[in-house]
Every structure is written in structure tokens, then in C-alpha cells.
């Protein structure tokens, strides 16, 4: 009797599931095609907002010249020259990712190969908690906290600048890198661990003569992910970096880190607020983000193309 009420349970949820399946398949579908929608999505709205000005742009002033005028004294022209704020955007960038990639795999490494047992869980549980803290809090730390300890370190007068900035975007980035980068290790076969130390390697040179290249892949993924994350940061830019478009005379002066500097995103979401919906000073603020989505596609296509490169030698 049960086994009769069992088989005939099992044959309505079969036709119950055959039934679905179209439906399932449906959203399936949907799901695959919903993430290329957005980011399409996305680029027809910047394009949009910005097509009436594209044409007139003087590109030359725009990439070349230091003059964000957007709102002049009555009587004087507005310039719209962005050299100050793609560099401030480029600067963040370098040196954020200098700080982050030695720091992250760094403590990928101790975590997959070094750390056992609490001390293991305990640093990723703090990693996860980490990479949680918003962006907001992480501008207050370096406004706060941050800035003062750089005025008396260097005595400057201004604690918010390009070191600033580059600090607090590289310890946002070092969770990101930490998290892929211990994968990536932790994905190596053992049986490579095992053979190196066979053949008497020490546990350094199982690192960095048999992980690294097994994993590289992994971390190179890593180091692009946390260079998108330093591209575009805004909040913690926007509070710690100063906020003005200098360019140094010498990019090789260790002093150019305690200028300030002013990011692309920073200046959109700083500046969004004081425009008005249609006029240049708005327009010229999508051309900022037309150029910033160009430089994260031109980041995630050559990091795309290195991955496949290096597989394909690898293979």
C-alpha cells in the first residue's frame, strides 16, 4: 500500500516537473541573457546623456589641458580641460595597486600555505569582515584617522592627498585580491606540494617556484580585479584625496604623494548634485563616465586576453 502511494506521489511530481520545464527553461534563459541587458543598459544611458555634447567636445583641451572650469565668474567661458583629474584618477591607481598586490599575496599565501587550524579560520573570517566595510567608512578612516597621522609623519599641513587616497583604496582592494588569490592556491593540486618537497625544496620555494606558476592564472585574475576596484573607488576618493587637479612637474618625486589629487569618480559624484538636468556642465560630467567605462573595459579586455594568452602557452 505505501509502496503504491510512494510511486504514484513520484509519477505527479515527475509530470509536475515535465510541465515546468519549459517555464524553467525560460528563466534560465532570461538569467543568462539579464547581465548582458544591464551592462547594454548601461551603456545606452551614459551615451545618451552625454550624445548632445559629444560632437562639440574639444578632445584635445579635454584630455590635455589642466582646466575644470565648469562654472566660471560671470562673463569668462567654462573649460572643461580633465588632464588633472585622469591623472588623479591614474595616480590612485598606480599606487594603490603597488601597496595592495604585495600586501594580498602576501597574506594569500600565509593563509593557504602557512596559517592551520583557528589562526586560519580566524584571518578569513576578519578578511570577510574586511572587505565588508562600506566605502563611506573607509573615507571617514582616512579623513579621520588617517589624515592627522600623515600631517604629523610628514609634516604637511593637509592630511588628505594622493597617499591618502591610495591607501585607503588599497586596503579595500586587499580583501578582493586575498580572497581570489588563496583560491587560486588552494587549487594547485597537493600532489605538486608534495612532489616539490620530495625532491627537497623548502616551503618558500614550493611558494614561489610551484604555486605561483600553477596559479598564476588566479592571480593575475586577482591583481586586474583589485587594479577595476582602485579605478573605480569613489566615496573614499572623494574624502580623502583633496580634491584638486594637480599634475607634478616629476612623477619620479616621492613628494608627489602628499599633494592632492581629484579622481574622475570623485569629481562626478561631487559635482553631479550642483548641475542642472540637460545643461554642458552635466553632460560633460557622462563624458567623464563614458571615458572612466572605457578604461574598466580596456582593463577587464587586456586582462581577459593575458589570462587566455597564458593558458594557451600553458596548454
Not at 139 to 168: R, T, Y
Not at 199 to 224: D, H, I, Q
Request: aromatic share 10%.
Amino acid at each position: 500500500m505505501a509502496a503504491g502511494k510512494t510511486s504514484a506521489i513520484k509519477a505527479v511530481s515527475s509530470r509536475a516537473l515535465d510541465r515546468a520545464e519549459p517555464l524553467i527553461r525560460g528563466v534560465i534563459y532570461i538569467s543568462g541573457w539579464s547581465s548582458i541587458l544591464f551592462v547594454v543598459a548601461i551603456f545606452f544611458f551614459i551615451f545618451k546623456e552625454a550624445a548632445p555634447i559629444l560632437t562639440k567636445v574639444d578632445w584635445g583641451e579635454f584630455f590635455f589641458e589642466n582646466r575644470w572650469i565648469p562654472n566660471p565668474a560671470e562673463g569668462n567661458e567654462a573649460n572643461y580641460g580633465a588632464a588633472g583629474i585622469l591623472y588623479g584618477t591614474f595616480a590612485i591607481t598606480v599606487v594603490s595597486t603597488m601597496i595592495a598586490m604585495p600586501l594580498g599575496f602576501a597574506a594569500a599565501v600565509y593563509i593557504s600555505e602557512f596559517a592551520t587550524g583557528k589562526v586560519k579560520e580566524t584571518l578569513k573570517v576578519l578578511i570577510e569582515l574586511l572587505a565588508a566595510i562600506p566605502s563611506i567608512i573607509w573615507g571617514f578612516i582616512g579623513l579621520v584617522i588617517m589624515g592627522p597621522i600623515i600631517q604629523k609623519l610628514f609634516d604637511v599641513e593637509v592630511g588628505v592627498n594622493l597617499l591618502n587616497a591610495s591607501l585607503m583604496v588599497a586596503f579595500m582592494a586587499i580583501p578582493l585580491i586575498v580572497s581570489i588569490s588563496e583560491d587560486a592556491l588552494r587549487a594547485v593540486p597537493d600532489s605538486y606540494r608534495e612532489a616539490a618537497l620530495a625532491l627537497g625544496a623548502s616551503k618558500w620555494e614550493v611558494v614561489y617556484k610551484v604555486l605561483f606558476p600553477a596559479a598564476k592564472n588566479g592571480l593575475l585574475a586577482a591583481a586586474m580585479l583589485g587594479v577595476g576596484r582602485a579605478v573605480g573607488e569613489t566615496m573614499a576618493v572623494w574624502m580623502a584625496s583633496g580634491g584638486t587637479e594637480n599634475i607634478p612637474g616629476n612623477v619620479l618625486n616621492p613628494a608627489i604623494l602628499l599633494e592632492r589629487v581629484k579622481a574622475m569618480t570623485a569629481t562626478i559624484a561631487s559635482e553631479m548634485k550642483d548641475t542642472a538636468h540637460g545643461d554642458e556642465h552635466y553632460m560633460m560630467l557622462f563624458v567623464i563616465g563614458i571615458v572612466l567605462l572605457f578604461i574598466c573595459v580596456v582593463i577587464n579586455v587586456i586582462s581577459d586576453l593575458v589570462i587566455k594568452g597564458i593558458k594557451k602557452k600553458h596548454s
